[in-house]
């Protein structure tokens, strides 16, 4: 087993490519549970016929492991990872895991694999799953009532690699990233239906995202949500069930009025977009980027610079505010984190 120092070299591999050697996992059948289990990876035994491979019942979760400089390890957010989790199975119509269990999946797991958990700005990558396993193919317009739901961990490194680079983004204003109401299941079928809007950006405009705003309305993109900051100021679109409610969304809206921000909450539209970055700044959150710049978009075929071009100032701040409770630099003073 590595030991965190010696983890660099792999957290150089591209995000996601590299597994720690345990995974934990349990089934429900007949309506309840199993009890978890801790194995090494390993690959699924699923029937053809299993509910995911043909309606796509899979939802899940990505929180982060940070090491602090002491060497203690400690989860992120973990139980709003969680809640978030539980949503999402029932939209699928999914069993739902009860919220104790997946946390101590979560923790044992974690504990086994601390030596996995790399030095910053690595972080160890988490990835809560549940499948739909009931073999039939008769089931299109039925639950799933067997379930797999197992969880795997990832260590991963700096996402912006030799310095923060801004993002260039295409404004989408025709497709939609997935349906309406579905916007806030972290759901595979979110990813797949967004995918080949994304490949036509990156082939088209080399954008590095793609920005949904269907009616004009201003949502978020692919997999991370969308915020314009400004000095002392902080927009992003209220929750609704169209996007996809980001728990670093959440963070960075209770961490800015600390910092002196007003935040604002709303809908807003393109052309808002448009007049706030000629001298304000766009960035997009997740947990994996954290907040990243946008240095340009391009909205029916012309481009627009934000602010400088750069990572903006209050960007980075808000980033790097964020980044210091992660690390344990900064006092958890809204009891974010669990220590393992
Ligand atoms: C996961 C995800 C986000 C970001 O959520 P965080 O909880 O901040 O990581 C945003 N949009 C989509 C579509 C996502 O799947």
Known sequence: MPVAE?????TDAPFGTVF????????????????????????????????????????????KIHRWEDGSIHAFRLSSHIRRFQTSAELLCLPVPNAKEVEQMVLELAAECRDWVPQHPGSLYVRPTLIGTLPSIGAAAGRSHEACLFVIMSPVGAYF????????????????????????????????????????????????????????????????????????????????????????????????????????ERSFTTEELLAWIQNGEAALSGTAAILAGIGTFIYKGREYRA???????????????LLDIQKGIAPDSFNWLTRI
Not at 6 to 10: A, D, F, G, I, T
Request: aromatic share 10%.
């Open 6 to 10: 010696s983890l660099e070299k792999v």
């Open 20 to 63: 720690a050697d345990k995974m934990a996992i349990c089934w429900f059948r007949d309506g309840e549970w199993s009890p978890f289990e801790i194995q090494p990876i390993q690959p699924l035994q699923l029937h053809p016929y299993a509910h995911v491979l043909h309606y796509a019942s899979s939802c899940f979760e990505g929180l």
């Open 161 to 264: 690699r030799g310095g923060l680079k801004p993002l260039r983004i295409l404004i989408e204003d025709q497709h939609m990233r997935t349906s309406p109401d579905f916007g806030r299941a972290k759901a595979g079928a979110n990813y797949a239906s967004a995918l080949s809007h994304i490949l036509k950006a990156r082939r088209e405009y080399g954008v590095d995202q793609v920005l949904f705003a269907p009616n004009n309305d201003v949502q978020e993109t692919g997999a991370a949500n969308f915020f314009l900051i400004r000095d002392e100021a902080l927009m992003t679109k209220h929750l609704d069930p169209t996007f996809l409610h980001g728990v670093t969304r959440d963070s960075l809206i209770k961490l800015a009025p600390e910092l002196g921000y007003q935040v604002s």
């Open 307 to 321: 602010g400088n071009g750069e990572f903006g100032p209050n960007t980075l701040k808000l980033r790097s505010a």
